[in-house]
């Protein structure tokens, strides 16, 4: 009777954290469909700001007084706009794991839960920066071209300025941590991407009209505290309570942050 050869087992290792950041952008940039009108971001925000500031002439010398430039450089409803997007792509680069049931094989790979959380949160950010930042360049510089022209510019050394360029830079990477968030929370793309479209776009719009005490409320909206940030307080987006700076870093700083902290702790403690 032939003897059983012993077997040595297989050492398991643990997927290393640049593996996961990897296997998340493999993910994220085969949904080309989604990530094609991020791309058209910078154009598109740069020929708006060319539009909204040729037409300055045409407000008068009283609407010039008015006029926000800085306001004018990040247009509120064009950014309103892409923000609602990249949180869409953020949510969906997580519940389009669950529609498939792929979300099955990369816990088993990485039972770590808030591990893929955070790797999915990282390629996000980048993803979001990587537009982000061209879009506010492309946004401002077109804008103060124009209105340069008409004696209207700004620099960026001016009071506001660079805080409001600043916040522009950083919307898109917010709003795409937000949208991940609610993905993990909500689980459901069709779901996930209606709670993100009232949050980000229909909440801020109706809150301020309200009066005061829901015009505050209103300030801890991330899009209404963006919205403070860049603006020189002109803009009539603003409403007749606009948020100081230092609270509305404070809010786009912990819609995310919190959002993030949820999830991880459903992530923890729910089944698939």
């Given at each position: 009777?032939?003897?059983?050869?012993?077997?040595?087992?297989?050492?398991?290792?643990?997927?290393?954290?640049?593996?996961?950041?990897?296997?998340?952008?493999?993910?994220?940039?085969?949904?080309?469909?989604?990530?094609?009108?991020?791309?058209?971001?910078?154009?598109?925000?740069?020929?708006?700001?060319?539009?909204?500031?040729?037409?300055?002439?045409?407000?008068?010398?009283?609407?010039?007084?008015?006029?926000?430039?800085?306001?004018?450089?990040?247009?509120?409803?064009?950014?309103?706009?892409?923000?609602?997007?990249?949180?869409?792509?953020?949510?969906?680069?997580?519940?389009?794991?669950?529609?498939?049931?792929?979300?099955?094989?990369?816990?088993?790979?990485?039972?770590?839960?808030?591990?893929?959380?955070?790797?999915?949160?990282?390629?996000?950010?980048?993803?979001?920066?990587?537009?982000?930042?061209?879009?506010?360049?492309?946004?401002?510089?077109?804008?103060?071209?124009?209105?340069?022209?008409?004696?209207?510019?700004?620099?960026?050394?001016?009071?506001?300025?660079?805080?409001?360029?600043?916040?522009?830079?950083?919307?898109?990477?917010?709003?795409?941590?937000?949208?991940?968030?609610?993905?993990?929370?909500?689980?459901?793309?069709?779901?996930?991407?209606?709670?993100?479209?009232?949050?980000?776009?229909?909440?801020?719009?109706?809150?301020?009209?309200?009066?005061?005490?829901?015009?505050?409320?209103?300030n801890l909206m991330p899009r209404n505290a963006w919205s403070a940030l860049a603006s020189l307080g002109t803009a009539d987006e603003l409403g007749p309570y606009p948020p100081s700076a230092t609270h509305s870093w404070l809010v786009l700083a912990g819609w995310p942050l919190a959002l993030l902290a949820a999830a991880a702790l459903v992530l923890r403690?729910?089944?698939?």
């Open positions: 009777m032939p003897t059983p050869t012993p077997t040595t087992p297989i050492p398991s290792h643990p997927a290393r954290f640049p593996d996961l950041l990897a296997a998340e952008w493999l993910k994220l940039s085969s949904q080309r469909l989604l990530l094609l009108p991020l791309l058209l971001a910078p154009p598109c925000a740069a020929a708006l700001s060319w539009f909204l500031c040729s037409g300055v002439d045409l407000i008068g010398t009283r609407g010039r007084t008015d006029f926000d430039r800085l306001a004018a450089s990040f247009n509120h409803g064009v950014w309103g706009f892409l923000m609602i997007g990249a949180a869409v792509i953020g949510a969906l680069s997580f519940t389009g794991e669950y529609a498939s049931g792929l979300i099955r094989t990369t816990f088993i790979a990485v039972p770590d839960r808030p591990r893929v959380l955070l790797a999915k949160a990282a390629v996000s950010t980048a993803v979001a920066a990587a537009v982000g930042v061209p879009t506010a360049i492309a946004s401002f510089g077109t804008s103060q071209a124009v209105l340069s022209g008409k004696n209207l510019g700004l620099a960026l050394g001016d009071p506001g300025v660079a805080r409001g360029f600043l916040a522009a830079c950083v919307l898109l990477p917010v709003a795409a941590l937000i949208g991940l968030a609610v993905g993990v929370l909500v689980r459901h793309q069709a779901g996930a991407v209606f709670a993100v479209f009232v949050t980000l776009g229909v909440v801020p719009e109706l809150m301020p009209e309200g009066g005061r005490f829901l015009a505050e409320a209103a403690r729910r089944d698939l």
